[in-house]
């Protein structure tokens, strides 16, 4: 089993639509997640961190996380074509390293 | 508040060849990862620095290489290209002992 595994895509969603993002990882140890998002050409982008149980709200973005269920969640309310792009799930240091998934490509439909 | 910087943005080589990418982290930051990312994939973790010695490596051949100056600056060094390597290069810079890391724009290396 991949330690973080995510749906490559695409992933396409009408402008005002809410975008969900799903992720699953292996290890039960994390403690903390990560979204990044990643334009085309560009290095990824720190958009969320959530570290417990339950919803992170952040303006458009919400992150959500179960435990039990080694499973992260992001949501993006209202799309916005700024929104194209790969999101990353990333899973905590261990050991000192973040392991990424392969990452969800979204695409925001006009 | 400078961000980190990487250098080179973008490196030609032949095979066989050796390279050099820098890295500043972000001000106030002290440890530096670095990965590796082909196209479609997600970042790989090479090995991060911290108090100028490797601290973690990931799953990549000793033909990469890399060092952290007092300044916590970063290099990586890789050593006989091969043509599998040209890939997106990224600098991630934190703070010990917190767990979020912040990247570079990333050195694109191609090998011909």
């Known amino acids: 089993q991949k330690e973080v595994e995510q749906n490559s895509g695409p992933l396409s969603v009408p402008e005002g639509a809410i975008a969900s993002l799903n992720c699953t990882y292996s290890?039960?140890?994390?403690?903390?997640f990560f979204w990044y998002r990643q334009y085309s050409g560009k290095s990824p982008e720190l958009i969320m961190s959530i570290y417990s149980n339950g919803d992170k709200e952040d303006g458009r973005f919400t992150a959500q996380l179960n435990k039990a269920s080694q499973y992260v969640s992001l949501l993006i309310r209202d799309s916005q074509p700024s929104d194209s792009a790969t999101y990353l799930c990333?899973?905590?240091?261990?050991?000192?390293?973040?392991?990424f998934g392969k990452g969800t490509r979204l695409h925001i439909l006009p | 508040d400078a961000g980190v910087t990487q250098s080179p943005t973008h490196l030609i080589k032949t095979r066989g060849q050796q390279v050099t990418l820098r890295c500043s982290p972000k001000?106030?930051?002290?440890?530096v990862s670095w990965y590796q990312q082909a196209l479609g994939q997600g970042p790989q973790f090479i090995f991060q620095y911290y108090e100028e010695e490797e601290r973690q490596r990931g799953n990549f051949p000793d033909r990469f290489s890399g060092h952290q100056f007092p300044n916590y600056s970063s290099e990586l060094n890789v050593n006989a290209l091969l043509l599998g390597d040209s890939a997106l290069y990224l600098c991630a810079s934190s703070l010990a002992g917190v767990d979020e890391q912040y990247f570079g724009p990333g050195t694109r290396l191609t090998v011909t």
């Open positions: 990333a899973v905590p240091p261990r050991d000192d390293k973040i392991i």
């Open positions: 290890d039960r140890v994390s403690q903390s």
């Open positions: 001000s106030g930051h002290d440890t």
